[in-house]
Nanobody, 125 residues
Framework: QVQLVESGGGLVQAGASLRLSCVAS????????MAWFRQAPGKEREFLAG?????????SAEYADSVKGRFTTRRAESAAYLQMDNLRPEDTAVYFC?????????????????WGQGTQVTVSS
């Protein structure tokens, strides 16, 4: 069983940065693929970034076009981090991390089995 706990959200002004953390518990977690999503009120859940396990303790990151160049994700042992720079009001949403042993060729279509509780990010103009 895997449990994910997110932290790091908050209220910031446009142009600021935040770093979200997702700490995982569970055996062999280094073999899990992970991803970040967000959901704004009234909108569908949006894929932001994925970390594809490529063997050992190496991972390949990939990003949605909407955040490429502003958001960076990485793994470190049983945790994942999402560094968000130059935040915009349209980045306001609840942010989630997710994990699974499987990873679809299109990461956004992966049916992740494990999800964190979400952390609120609010960006004021």
């Amino acid at each position: 069983q895997v449990q994910l706990v997110e932290s790091g959200g908050g209220l910031v002004q446009a142009g600021a940065s935040l770093r979200l953390s997702c700490v995982a518990s569970g055996r062999f977690f280094n073999e899990y693929h992970m991803a970040w999503f967000r959901q704004a009120p009234g909108k569908e859940r949006e894929f932001l970034a994925g970390l594809r396990w490529t063997g050992g303790r190496t991972y390949s990151a990939e990003y949605a076009d909407s955040v490429k160049g502003r958001f960076t994700t990485r793994r470190a042992e049983s945790a994942a981090y999402l560094q968000m720079d130059n935040l915009r009001p349209e980045d306001t949403a609840v942010y989630f991390c997710a994990a699974d042993r499987n990873y679809a060729p299109i990461p956004a279509l992966t049916k992740f089995a494990y999800w964190g509780q979400g952390t609120q990010v609010t960006v004021s103009s």
